[in-house]
């Protein structure tokens, strides 16, 4: 099993929502805000190279978006879903599966793209795209909490297109390939899929919206946009737990400059991040 990091630029997002009951005096020590009070935040993918397979983790936001729904995120740099991947080596065509965690913008904008006649086709044309039916049918009729976070245009044309599939949703973590394992998670949104990869000694963690950033890791660090905060908790202790017990390294979608870390209990007795962790160097 290969990893390659895919980094699909960065947006902004108000940073009271991003830290939800901590208070600013503090959260704004780990990621300064600007005038308006927005943070900046990345898009972080992956990209595995599974025997014959190609499997990308979530897509960022994509680009077909209009001007007035950008001005509300400012996506900005120099990183591009399509960029980064061909800088990796992978062409559009060779990607064979997608796995989506959840169906929130930032996460599946990238899926769907319009084509030279302005048809929302998906963004990879041999891919099998992965959800679960219970988040899907979460989405296309949408609570009004998270109703702007669904946008149909970035999943119903998958389904459209026939290249959409459903993993079943399960309590305990199920293994969908050989060395790589899904967990559902229900604190951000309902049914969230959090895959978690096996190599060897090696465990990653690919934490999606359940621990969003390094700055994150301390318990009361939860989004105000997560449906069940108490279950946040519930589901980020765990794995936290498992990444001081067992070892496990923790990759963040959205933190602005560290992708991957271990985390370490300190001299107070909490989790607390660790050194820096080079997954591409440890998954080849």
Known sequence: MTIHIIETGYFKLDGGAMFGVVPKTL?????????????????????????ERRILVDTGIGDKQDEKFRSHFEPHGEASLMGSLQ??????????DVLLTHLHFDHVGGAVKYDADKNLVPTFPNATY?????????AYYPNPRE?????????????????LKFIDVQKDDLEWLPGIDIRFVYGH????????????????????????????IGMPYVMSYDLRPLDTMREKGRILEDGVDR????????????AC????????????????VDVEALFQ
């Open 27 to 51: 959260w704004q020590k780990k990621n300064k805000p600007d005038e308006n009070n927005l943070c900046t935040w990345s898009m972080r993918c992956l990209l595995i190279e599974h025997g």
């Open 87 to 96: 800088q990796a080596g992978f062409e559009p065509e060779s990607i064979t």
């Open 130 to 138: 992965w959800s679960n039916e219970v988040h899907y049918n979460w």
């Open 147 to 163: 109703k702007a976070s669904f946008l149909k245009e970035n999943f119903v044309p998958l389904k459209k297109a026939g290249v």
């Open 189 to 216: 949104t309902e049914a969230m899929m959090v895959p978690i990869f096996h190599q060897g000694d090696h465990t990653l963690v690919y934490c999606a919206d359940v621990i969003p950033s390094s700055f994150h």
């Open 247 to 258: 070892g496990h390294y923790l990759f963040f979608e959205h933190d602005p400059a560290t």
């Open 261 to 276: 870390v271990q985390v370490e209990r300190n001299d107070r007795g909490r989790i607390a991040k660790g050194a820096d």
